[in-house]
C-alpha cells in the first residue's frame, strides 16, 4: 500500500525554498510511542530500493544533549525496538509542517561515540524485513527438518497464499499483511482477462505444487523466497506503513502518469541532474530458460507404446488405477492427430490437453521417437493428462522490432535452440532488439531454475528475464528536490535534455540525500515499454 499523494502535497513544491524536518519515533512492539527524536543531528541516506526484498534503510546521527541521564540504558533499551520515521515539509497555507511517512524500522548497526564536543548515537536501520532474512532476526529451529507439505492437516492441498501467511505469522510473527494471489499464469488477473473460468477448469492453479523442504537453521526470509519463486515476477517487501505485501511487480501498462514532465522539469535541480546509463555488458535480448528434468512416476519405452487413431496405448507392469498428479513418459511410436488420448493397459482412454488449459492437443505435437512427459490430474470428476513436454522444461523468449521479420521468424529460433516453446517480445522502439544489436543470448539453468516443473512456468520465467535484461537497462537517473512520498514501481513521463520526444518511464529506486543543507531525492528509472508478446498457447 503506498501513501496517497494529493493536489496539495505536489503545490507545496511552488512555494519556492523548502524547510525541511525529520522525524524519529522510538515505539514498543505493540506500536506504543516511547520516544519521540527532533533532536537528528543528521539523516545521510533514506533509500527505496524495488529489486530488494529489504525495500527500506536509513542512516543517522541522532544528538542527546537533550537527554541529561541515563544515556546508555535508553540507548541499550532502543535496539530491541522499533523506529518510524517521517519527513515533514512546511506548508505556508498551514502554518505548519506535514508529516509524510517513510518507513519503519530495526538498528542493524550502530556505534556510540561520546566526548567533550560530541554526544551522538549513528545508528543504520532496515525495515522489517531484516527480521526475517538473518539480518537482524529470522532464523528457525525446532527441527533438523521444516517441511512445507502438499497436503495439509485436514488432507486438502496446500494453497500458496496461505502457506506464505501461515508462515509469515507463525514464524516470523508478522500481522499486518496484504498477500495477492500466488499461482500459475494463466490464473492471475493482470495475465488473463477470462481468469476465473480459468480458476474454475483448473482448480489447483494456486496448489503448492511439491513439498517445499528447509534445513534447520534456515531463515523465515529463505522460505517466503521458496514459496514465492514458485512463479516469476513477485515481489514482497514492507510498505511506508509497514505492512508486509506480497503481489506481482506491476507492469504500469494501464497506471495514470503519477509525475508528469511538467512537475519534474520544475523540480529537478539542475542541466546536470540528469544522466542516461545503458548497462551494456547486460543487456541481453534472447533469453533461454531450462527448467528440472522430470522425477517420472512411470516411463514406456519405444516398444511399450501403440497407436490406433487417436489412441497412445501403453503397456506397463502393474499397472491397474490412475493416480492423480502422477508423472508418466512415453516415447510416441507416431505422430499425435489432434484431440490425442493415452490409456494405459485396459484402462479408459484419457484426454491429452495442453497444460492446465481447456485446449486438446494438436496435430504433431508429439512426434514419432521424442519422449515426452504427462501429468494425470483430475477436473470435475474427469481424467486429464496435461502435455508438459519433453524431459525438461525448455522456453525461449526473444526481444524483435516485429513478428514478421523475414529471416527471424518463431521457427528459426525453434531450429536454432532445439525447442518448440518461442515467444516473440514486441518492441519497435527499443534499442536492444534483435535486428538492431544482433542476437545476445542468455541462457537460465541451475540454481531456482531446478524448481521450474513445467513448459508454462518456463515461459513466463523466459519472459520476465527477458525484460529485465532488455527493457530495464534504458536507465534514466534524475536529481530533484527532495520528495519524501514517491515510491518504487510508479509510472512517470520525462523528456529527455537532448530529445523532442515525450516518453513513459517507471521509478526502479529512490534514494533521498538528506545530510546536505538542501535535500535532494535521486530518482533511478527505467523506460516503459507496452507488454505486447506472442503468448496465448505457444504451441
Not at 494501464?254 to 542516461?276: C, G, H, K, R, Y
Not at 488420448?341 to 494438436?362: A, H, M, Q, W
Not at 530495464?472 to 534524475?478: F, H, K, Q
Request: net charge negative; hydrophobic share 35%.
Amino acid at each position: 500500500m503506498k501513501y496517497t499523494v494529493t493536489e496539495e502535497d505536489k503545490t507545496l513544491f511552488s512555494q519556492g525554498t523548502l524547510e525541511y524536518k525529520y522525524r524519529l519515533s522510538v515505539m514498543n512492539k505493540s506500536g506504543a510511542i516511547i520516544d519521540v527524536l527532533y533532536c537528528i543531528l543528521q539523516v545521510g541516506t533514506y533509500g527505496i530500493n524495488g529489486e530488494s526484498n529489504i525495500r527500506r534503510t536509513l542512516d543517522a546521527t541522532i544528538d542527546f544533549d537533550e537527554f541529561a541521564i541515563d544515556i546508555e540504558d535508553k540507548i541499550e533499551g532502543w535496539y530491541g525496538l522499533d523506529f518510524k520515521f517521517e519527513i515533514g515539509i512546511y506548508s505556508i497555507r498551514n502554518n505548519d509542517f506535514i508529516w509524510y511517512p517513510a518507513g519503519t524500522y530495526v538498528i542493524t548497526a550502530a556505534n556510540t561515540t561520546y566526548n567533550s564536543a560530541t554526544n551522538t548515537l549513528t545508528i543504520s536501520l532496515s525495515d522489517h524485513f531484516a527480521q526475517l532474512d538473518g539480518t537482524r532476526n529470522g532464523q528457525v529451529g525446532g527441527a533438523p527438518l521444516i517441511k512445507i507439505p502438499v497436503d495439509n492437516d485436514s488432507g486438502k492441498k496446500t494453497i500458496l497464499r496461505e502457506a506464505l501467511s501461515t508462515v509469515l505469522r507463525q514464524q516470523g510473527g508478522v500481522e499486518n499483511m496484504i498477500i495477492e494471489d500466488i499461482g500459475e499464469f494463466y490464473g492471475m488477473e493482470s495475465n488473463n482477462a477470462d481468469y476465473e473460468e480459468y480458476r474454475k477448469n483448473n482448480p489447483e492453479w494456486n496448489v503448492l505444487p511439491y513439498d517445499l523442504e528447509f534445513d534447520a537453521g534456515c531463515t523465515v526470509g529463505d522460505q517466503v523466497d521458496e514459496i514465492t519463486g514458485l512463479y516469476p515476477n513477485i515481489q514482497k517487501y514492507f510498505d511506508v506503513y509497514d505492512i508486509f505485501c506480497c503481489n506481482m511487480i506491476p507492469s504500469c501498462e494501464n497506471d495514470p502518469v503519477a509525475l508528469s514532465d511538467d512537475f519534474l522539469q520544475e523540480i529537478v535541480l539542475s542541466d546536470n541532474a540528469e544522466s542516461v546509463t545503458y548497462d551494456i555488458e547486460n543487456i541481453k535480448n534472447v533469453t533461454e530458460v531450462f527448467g528440472t528434468t522430470y522425477e517420472v512416476d512411470r516411463m514406456a519405452e519405444a516398444e511399450q507404446c501403440t497407436s490406433n487413431g487417436d489412441i497412445y496405448s501403453l503397456t506397463l507392469d502393474e499397472y491397474d488405477k490412475y493416480t492423480i498428479g502422477e508423472y508418466i513418459a512415453f516415447i510416441a511410436n507416431v505422430n499425435n492427430v489432434d484431440n490425442m488420448k493415452l490409456r494405459i493397459n485396459s484402462l479408459d482412454p484419457v484426454p491429452i490437453y495442453f497444460e492446465n488449459t481447456e485446449r486438446g492437443v494438436t496435430a504433431n505435437t508429439m512426434l514419432a521417437t521424442q519422449t515426452y512427459v504427462l501429468q494425470l490430474k483430475k477436473v470435475d470428476d474427469a481424467w486429464r493428462f496435461y502435455w508438459l513436454g519433453q524431459y525438461q522444461p525448455h522456453a525461449i523468449c526473444v526481444l524483435t522490432d516485429t513478428d514478421s521479420d523475414p529471416i527471424y521468424t518463431k521457427q528459426y529460433f525453434c531450429d536454432r535452440y532445439n525447442c518448440k516453446n518461442v515467444v516473440l517480445r514486441i518492441e519497435p522502439d527499443s534499442p536492444f532488439t534483435i535486428q538492431k544489436i544482433g542476437i545476445v543470448l542468455d541462457v537460465k539453468t541451475g540454481d531456482r531454475y531446478d524448481d521450474i516443473k513445467s513448459d508454462t512456468v518456463a515461459i513466463e520465467n523466459a519472459i520476465y528475464e527477458n525484460i529485465k535484461t532488455s527493457s530495464w537497462n534504458d536507465v534514466v537517473t534524475l536529481t530533484t528536490m527532495c520528495v519524501p512520498w514517491l515510491d518504487v514501481y510508479e509510472k512517470v513521463s520525462w523528456k529527455k535534455a537532448n530529445s523532442d520526444d515525450l516518453n513513459e518511464y517507471v521509478i526502479q529506486s529512490i534514494s533521498h540525500s538528506l545530510s546536505s543543507t538542501v535535500p535532494t531525492t535521486t530518482i533511478t528509472m527505467y523506460r516503459f515499454h507496452p507488454l505486447y508478446y506472442d503468448y496465448e498457447i505457444p504451441y
